[in-house]
Structure formats: C-alpha cells, structure tokens
C-alpha cells in the first residue's frame, strides 16, 4: 500500500549506511526476499511488476525494519466491529 516503508542499515566499513524502499503509488507495495546471500527490497505493483529492486550483500545487512503505514481500524486504536 501507498506509504509502506522498509529501512536498511547497512554496515559500511567504518561507519553505516541507511537505505528507505518506499511505496510511491497507491496499490504499490514492498517486498523483502532473502536469496543465495542477498537482501532484496522491491517495491512491486499490484501485478506482481517489480518497480525498482535494493540489493545488499546479508553479511552486511545489520538491521531490516519494516514499517507498514497504519491502516484506518489501526490508527482508530480498536478492532472492527463484529457483524451478525
């Protein structure tokens, strides 16, 4: 969804790096995978279409933080109301 993020902090020798993926457009979304030693973030359409890809190397990863935006029945702080 639009608004969806995912951080990177990637450690860069001597200090570190941080990396944002977010979704641009409305029915965008983000992806991790994990694959052969390699992090990849993408940012896909609601097809499946890859938009842009961030590759990183695993062993240098040090943090991957997910940060979906809230959706209304979050942000409201309950659940939605039973129907019956």
């Known amino acids: 969804m639009k608004g969806d ?3 990177i902090v990637v450690d860069a020798g001597d200090t570190t790096r941080t990396y ?3 979704a641009t457009r409305a029915g965008r ?6 694959r052969r030693g390699v992090v ?3 940012e896909v359409t609601r097809s499946g279409t890859v938009v842009r890809t961030a590759r990183f ?3 240098r990863v040090l943090a991957l933080v997910e940060q979906p935006i809230p ?4 942000q ?3 659940l939605p ?4």
């Open 5 to 7: 993020r995912v951080e």
């Open 20 to 22: 944002e993926v977010i």
């Open 29 to 34: 979304r983000v992806e991790t995978a994990v």
């Open 40 to 42: 990849e973030v993408s």
């Open 57 to 59: 190397m695993a062993t």
């Open 71 to 74: 959706r209304d029945d979050e």
């Open 76 to 78: 409201a702080g309950r």
């Open 81 to 84: 109301a039973a129907q019956g």
